[in-house]
């Protein structure tokens, strides 16, 4: 049957209404959380108090911001597309809702009777599903900025769509690697296919075969792209205040600024859900408590709710210790070091995935050691790329000039590095910067 098809296991309309309407509220509660949770966390991290007088440990401060934006001013400058300026912000709230409908929470339990799937529905290409959505979440910030007078807003656009196609191809990439290991683009297929434990050696161990430990370079990829995907720093490019005053949200205020404020929250708590889905498990247990009576069900919710936590705290602990990006080295990032890793990384899982189904039954291909030690091999090479590229940024950024006779340096003068004479024809001695004339700066320069 069709509802079988698309996962909806039977349930009676009236569990479909409610499973919708947990599904609604359950992101838009997580992101007014998680702005306390991060300002607190943040507070934390820099020896701060953080919010600390709205309601028990500032727990309605997220509360009395909302009610402030509300009562605010909604301006609307002259000249803006009126219907687009308004429509870009839900149509980044939307995105973010629409993504955890295909998310698995929990396990199978029972509600009045009915036996039912702690899911909204699943496809079986869910994963594209998500993907195409977190791509539409992009548009409205491009709509943003181009509907608004300023140029701020319209770079701040700009910038939002080099920055998706830049990591999502590589973010795509990661995913793939998780498609190919489950066999599956549903993702309570995927959740499942982690289930299972690793065979190290031909022993049968108890450790679930979690996708961040078997493929850990697809996870630290889309640990990165993810940052890139919620505009988070030290990505955060397209509002990057102190070039763009506010990027794409420049001419924003009141309710409308609050839907894009909400939906950036919104989508790094779905993020963090996907993340938590491909990666860790989904809604399953940890070992020691992997197969016992507290995996499963209805504890499904909790161990969800914590892995969501866990990869929160990641961008809150990136935001606070990270600087922000010169624009040009977040698109050296995305397509010199992302892409060519990912890419690498896919061809050495599918070329071992497919020698592992072609190989007999009791070959050491089939042990998940293998894959593991291709994994720390590919990383070993990974890092060896990365140092290199390293040296070769740190000798493009060295300067060439040395000070030089620092004692005798004119103190009336702006106090710039005095220039190797040499260069410009100057005999050694005694000279300052003045001596440096245009023509000798020109000759430099060329």
Known sequence: MIENEIGLWGDPWWLILIKAIIFFALPLLMAIVTVWYERRLLAFMQSRLGPNMAGPIGLLQPMSDGVKTIFKEDFMPKGVDKFVFTLAPFITGTAAFTTWSVLPLGGTVTIFGHETQLQNGD???????????????????????????????????????????????????????????????STLGIVEAQSETLTLFGWNSPFPAWNFLILM????????????????????????????????????????????????????????????????????????????????????????????????????????????????????VGWKTLLPLALGFLMVEAIYLKARQLSAPDSVLRDDATLLALVVVFLIVAYIVLAVQRQATERKLATPYRVRNIANLNPTIFPLPELDGKKFGIPDGEYDTATLTTSARKKELS
């Not at 548009?139 to 300023?150: K, M, N, R």
């Not at 990165?224 to 030290?234: C, D, H, I, S, Y």
């Not at 708590?269 to 070992?287: D, V």
């Open 217 to 332: 370079p697809a996870f630290l990829i889309f640990c990165v792209t993810m940052l890139a995907e919620a505009n988070r720093a030290p990505f955060d490019m397209p509002e990057c205040e102190s070039e763009l005053v506010g990027g794409y949200g420049t001419d924003y205020s009141g309710f409308r600024f609050a839907m894009f404020y909400l939906g950036e929250y919104m989508n790094m708590g779905t993020l963090s859900a996907i993340c938590a889905t491909l990666f860790l498990g989904g809604f399953h247990a940890p070992w020691p408590l992997n197969g016992t009576a507290l995996d499963g069900g209805w504890w499904g919710i909790m161990w969800f709710i914590i892995k969501v936590a866990i990869m929160l705290f990641f961008f809150i602990w990136v935001r606070a210790t990270v600087p922000r990006y010169r624009y040009d080295q977040l698109m050296d």
């Open 123 to 185: 496809l079986p290409v869910a994963v594209l599903f998500i993907l195409a959505v977190a791509g539409l979440g992009t548009y409205g910030l491009v709509l943003a900025g181009w509907s608004s007078t300023s140029r701020y807003s319209l770079l701040g656009g700009l910038r939002a769509a080099a920055q998706m196609i830049s990591y999502e191809i590589s973010m795509g990439l990661a995913v793939v690697a998780v498609v190919l290991v489950a066999g599956t683009m």
